[in-house]
């Protein structure tokens, strides 16, 4: 099995004590992927009239992150994509993301699967939507699996098999 965790930055009352204390449970719990993006505020929620997340303190949050869990996935948020007129996944990456979370929502349900305005990509198809990250990040796509790069704690040896046994650490 692999095990995902994550946080969003700049949620209402969040201090950066418990940001470091995430990062600490990233760590602790030896996450295999750890999502953290930007809280961006939706208009139909009790949250509508608060402050989105600031980016350079994601960014840093994702920096610390790589820094301490080395191994873990550490995805460019859809949402660090979409808090900006820019797309900042590219920064992402400059500190630490080594994944893109990219939308496979069918088209049909999306409008069901709004968690913030402005979401990049909402309306193109998948392939239409792979075709432009890898354009815009000047990347290639690995269509292989991406299963997590788990480290033996008895060799500190980079095991590429992948997923963890039941019951190990």
Same mark, same amino acid.
């Given at each position: 099995?692999?095990? *995902?965790? *994550?946080?969003? !930055? @700049?949620?209402?009352?969040?201090? !950066?004590?418990?940001? %470091?204390?995430?990062?600490?449970?990233?760590?602790?719990?030896?996450?295999?992927?750890?999502?953290? @993006?930007?809280?961006?505020?939706?208009?139909?929620?009790?949250?509508?009239?608060? !402050?989105? @997340?600031?980016?350079?303190?994601?960014?840093?949050?994702? =920096?610390?992150?790589?820094? &301490?869990?080395?191994?873990?996935?550490?995805?460019?948020?859809? $949402?660090? @994509?979409?808090?900006?007129?820019?797309?900042?996944?590219?920064?992402?990456?400059? &500190?630490? %993301?080594?994944?893109?979370? !990219?939308?496979?929502?069918?088209? =049909?349900? +999306?409008?069901?699967?709004?968690?913030?305005?402005?979401?990049?990509? $909402?309306?193109?198809? +998948?392939?239409?939507? /792979?075709?432009? /990250? %890898?354009?815009?990040? *000047? +990347?290639?796509?690995?269509? #292989?699996?991406?299963?997590?790069?788990? &480290?033996?704690? +008895?060799? #500190?040896?980079?095991?590429?098999?992948?997923?963890? $046994? =039941?019951?190990?650490?």
């Amino acid at each position: 099995y692999q095990m *995902g965790s *994550g946080n969003i !930055v @700049g949620l209402p009352g969040q201090t !950066v004590r418990m940001i %470091a204390d995430d990062i600490l449970f990233f760590k602790n719990y030896q996450c295999d992927m750890i999502g953290i @993006g930007p809280f961006i505020p939706h208009p139909r929620t009790p949250l509508a009239d608060r !402050v989105q @997340g600031d980016v350079a303190l994601t960014l840093k949050t994702l =920096a610390i992150t790589r820094i &301490v869990t080395k191994y873990s996935h550490l995805p460019a948020t859809t $949402a660090l @994509g979409s808090i900006e007129s820019d797309d900042l996944r590219k920064e992402g990456f400059t &500190v630490g %993301a080594n994944v893109l979370m !990219v939308n496979f929502t069918p088209c =049909a349900y +999306r409008q069901w699967y709004e968690l913030y305005p402005g979401k990049r990509f $909402a309306q193109e198809t +998948r392939k239409d939507s /792979l075709k432009c /990250l %890898a354009q815009s990040l *000047g +990347r290639t796509i690995d269509y #292989s699996r991406g299963d997590a790069l788990l &480290v033996d704690p +008895r060799t #500190s040896n980079l095991n590429l098999a992948g997923s963890r $046994a =039941a019951g190990s650490p």
